[in-house]
């Protein structure tokens, strides 16, 4: 998932267990959002691309969970979305270290 912002830098926080993450200073807003993860899942910041976060995990459902917690947090309302582009937004959907047969 990509970090996106035009007017406010989003600031994710993952947890040292990485088991869960809070967003922070989405559209401005002072209040932080804590997102849980479910069993099984983890997050973790990429290495390769800046303002990318990576979740993990072995259950598909369980993931696009997560994803769907952190994408509804960062909902704009009101708002028209062609024109206001912040958010975090899902970039690709991928395995991480498939197993060759």
Same mark, same amino acid.
């Given at each position: 998932?990509?970090? $996106? @912002?035009?007017? #406010? ?5 993952? !947890? /040292?267990?990485? *088991?869960?993450? &809070?967003? /922070? =200073? #989405? ?5 932080? @959002?804590?997102? =849980? %993860? ?7 910041? !990429?290495?390769?691309?800046? @303002? &990318? ?10 993931? !696009? ?7 509804? $947090?960062?909902?704009?309302?009101? *708002?028209? &979305?062609?024109?206001? %582009?912040?958010?975090? #937004? $899902?970039? &690709?959907?991928? %395995?991480? =270290?498939?197993?060759?047969?």
């Amino acid at each position: 998932m990509r970090l $996106v @912002h035009a007017h #406010f830098p989003i600031q994710a926080l993952i !947890s /040292k267990d990485k *088991k869960q993450i &809070e967003i /922070k =200073n #989405f559209l401005g807003g002072k209040k932080g @959002h804590l997102i =849980n %993860l479910q069993p099984g899942c983890t997050v973790f910041k !990429s290495t390769d691309t800046q @303002h &990318e976060i990576v979740f993990d995990g072995t259950d598909i459902g369980a993931l !696009s969970l997560c994803c769907a917690q952190v994408s509804q $947090v960062c909902k704009v309302g009101r *708002k028209d &979305e062609r024109k206001f %582009l912040d958010g975090i #937004f $899902v970039s &690709e959907k991928t %395995l991480t =270290n498939p197993k060759e047969d």
